[in-house]
Nanobody, 127 residues
């Protein structure tokens, strides 16, 4: 069992930046493919970004490409989502997710692929 704990997020004006982080205790997140998803009120949970277990492959939703960056911090056993040039439509609860893949270089954008989920972190972008 992997318990993911999120931190960061908050309130920022449009054009600003925020970082959300995801970590766990006891196990290394380097064993897992990781993803970030978000869910706005009344909408389904959607893919934001993912990073492969090995090789540092990354993938992004078209809506965030060029503005968001997913990365691993091996020293802190965390996976971070750096969000720049934020827009009001980025407002949502953000979730990190993890699972142990067979394809170590794979990028996974489907909610159903992931086994473990963080508690969610609110990100609000004001005009």
């Amino acid at each position: 069992q992997v318990q993911l704990v999120q931190s960061g997020g908050g309130l920022v004006q449009a054009g600003g930046s925020l970082t959300v982080s995801c970590t766990t205790s006891g196990r290394s997140l380097s064993l897992y493919a990781m993803g970030w998803f978000r869910q706005a009120p009344g909408k389904e949970r959607e893919f934001v970004a993912a990073i492969s277990r090995n090789f540092g492959n990354t993938g992004y939703a078209d809506s965030v490409k060029g503005r968001f960056t997913i990365s691993r911090d091996f020293a802190r056993n965390s996976v971070n989502l750096q969000m720049d040039s934020l827009k009001p439509e980025d407002t949502a609860v953000y979730y990190c997710a993890a699972f142990s893949p067979e394809n170590y270089g794979g990028i996974y954008s489907s909610v159903s692929a992931y086994e473990y989920w963080g508690q969610g972190t609110q990100v609000t972008v004001s005009l």
